[in-house]
């Protein structure tokens, strides 16, 4: 699970962002854990002086899983830049250099993400997010693309 600590005055826009991706998760019946705790407050010091926050930690986790296939990450390029979204540095490495190749469709095209998706016999497959739920029968790429945007 995810923790993020933010500002106490941002948190109800932020808590509606989350909302949104919440009821698509529902619709596509994905598993998902949302909660916001009281706000706190916490000492902060910049610059040699001292200020009081009010924060509040949100706990965010989501599990793309349908049909044995479930969602490891995904590989993003932006402005040219690969970003890779994976709980597990082992997988950032694996997959930092890879090619946008889908091994799905198979068509040679400029794809700006793919998800890397991995069954429960083991078997992993480079899926491009137009393609994950035509590959999965179920799962929406677009909405593991939104909640990776936002959890990074």
Same mark, same amino acid.
């Given at each position: ?41 916490? =000492?902060?010091? +910049?610059?040699? *002086?001292?200020?009081? @926050?009010?924060?509040?930690?949100? !706990?965010? #986790? ?9 969602? =490891?990450?995904? +590989?993003?390029? *932006?402005?040219?830049? @690969?970003?890779?979204?994976?709980? !597990?540095? #082992? ?15 198979? *068509? ?45």
């Amino acid at each position: 699970m995810a923790t993020y600590t933010i500002l106490n005055s941002m948190s109800e826009e932020i808590c509606k962002k989350i909302k949104h991706i919440v009821r698509k998760c529902e619709k596509n019946h994905i598993d998902y854990t949302f909660n916001v705790s009281e706000p706190y407050t916490k =000492l902060v010091k +910049v610059n040699g *002086k001292s200020f009081e @926050v009010c924060l509040v930690d949100l !706990n965010l #986790d989501v599990t793309f899983k349908f049909n044995g296939w479930c969602s =490891l990450g995904m +590989v993003q390029r *932006k402005d040219g830049i @690969v970003q890779c979204y994976f709980d !597990n540095a #082992d997988l950032i490495k694996q997959y930092k250099d890879t090619d946008f190749h889908c091994d799905h469709c198979h *068509k040679k095209v400029h794809r700006n993400s793919v998800v890397i998706l991995e069954h429960d016999n083991g078997e992993r497959k480079v899926v491009g997010t137009s393609c994950v739920t035509e590959f999965t029968s179920g799962l929406d790429g677009n909405l593991i693309a939104e909640v990776n945007d936002y959890m990074s």
